[in-house]
C-alpha cells in the first residue's frame, strides 16, 4: 500500500499549484464545449449558468475517501498513461477511478430519475462481423466517437477483434461493484467487451495485493483511446473489458 500511497502523496502536492489545477481545468473545458463555459482557479462555469466548485478543502483523503468522495479536480490526481503499459499500473493508481457524482450526473443525468435513457442512441457495433445493436449516450457525441471506435475495430484481423465482441454490457443504471458508487454505465458513456478475454480484479480473490492481469490486444486500446475512452487495464484494480469516455484525461 505504502507505493499508492506515494503516488496520492506526490500527485496531492502538484494539485496544490495553481498552474497544474488550471491546466486540468483547461483541459476539462476543452474536452466538453458543448457544457462548459470555462473556470477560474475555485469554480468550474457551465454554459447554463450552473457554477461548481472545483475543489472541496479536503487535501488528505484516502484512496477509499477519493473512490466515494472526489472533487471535481481530485479527477485528474493520477495522469492516465496513453499507450502501452511497460509494467503493471503500480499499487493504487486508477486513473480515472475518481469520478465527481454532481459533475457526471449534471453532463449526462442521474439514470435514478430517468433523465439519461431520453439521450441514448442505437448504433451497430463491428455491423461487418457481429451486427447487433448496443445503446450509448449522444451527449458530447460520445455515440459518434463510438461508431468510429466500432469501424475502426471492425477492419482489424479476425484474431484480434474476436475481444470485442459479444460485448459485455453499455448502458446499465446501476453502481460499481467495490464502491457503491455509480457506474459509468449509468451515464450511457462505458461499454465492456467480451468477457472471454477479459480480466478484472474483483472476480478474483481481492483480500491481499492484486496480480495483474490483461489479454486485450493493445490495438483495440489504441482505437479506443484516439477516441478519448480510457481503459480500465490502466488501473492497478484492472477491468480489462472496461472502456469509458473521459477524453479530458487522454489530452496532453
Known amino acids: 500500500m505504502l507505493v499508492g500511497v506515494t503516488i496520492l502523496a506526490g500527485v496531492s502536492s502538484l494539485l496544490a499549484q495553481s498552474d497544474h489545477v488550471g491546466s486540468a481545468l483547461d483541459r476539462l473545458v476543452a474536452a466538453y464545449p458543448d457544457a462548459l463555459a470555462g473556470h477560474d482557479a475555485n469554480t468550474l462555469r457551465w454554459r447554463d449558468g450552473t457554477v461548481m466548485p472545483v475543489a472541496d478543502g479536503v487535501a488528505d483523503k484516502t484512496f477509499a475517501e477519493l473512490l466515494r468522495h472526489a472533487s471535481i479536480i481530485d479527477q485528474f490526481r493520477i495522469p492516465y498513461p496513453r499507450g502501452p503499459l511497460t509494467k503493471p499500473p503500480p499499487v493504487d493508481s486508477d486513473p480515472g477511478r475518481f469520478r465527481n457524482t454532481a459533475f457526471f450526473r ?28 448496443i445503446r450509448i449516450t449522444s451527449v458530447n457525441g460520445v455515440d459518434r466517437q463510438l461508431r468510429a471506435v466500432s469501424a475502426e475495430i471492425d477492419a482489424l484481423p479476425q484474431t484480434i477483434k474476436r475481444a470485442a465482441y459479444p460485448i459485455a454490457g453499455t448502458y446499465n443504471c446501476r453502481t460499481v461493484a467495490d464502491t457503491g458508487e455509480p457506474s459509468p454505465h449509468g451515464y450511457g458513456i462505458a461499454i465492456d467487451l467480451n468477457t472471454a478475454f477479459s480480466d478484472y480484479w474483483y472476480w478474483r480473490r481481492h483480500d491481499g495485493a492484486v496480480v495483474y492481469r490483461n489479454r486485450m490486444p493493445q490495438a483495440i486500446v489504441a482505437i479506443f483511446e484516439n477516441h478519448g475512452f480510457i481503459w480500465g487495464g490502466k488501473w492497478y484494480h484492472y477491468d480489462t473489458m472496461h472502456f469509458e469516455y473521459r477524453p479530458e484525461l487522454l489530452q496532453p
Open 106 to 133: 449534471k453532463m449526462y443525468g442521474d439514470c435514478q430519475k430517468r433523465e439519461v435513457a431520453p439521450h441514448l442512441v442505437s448504433l451497430t457495433w463491428l455491423p461487418k462481423t457481429w451486427g447487433k445493436a
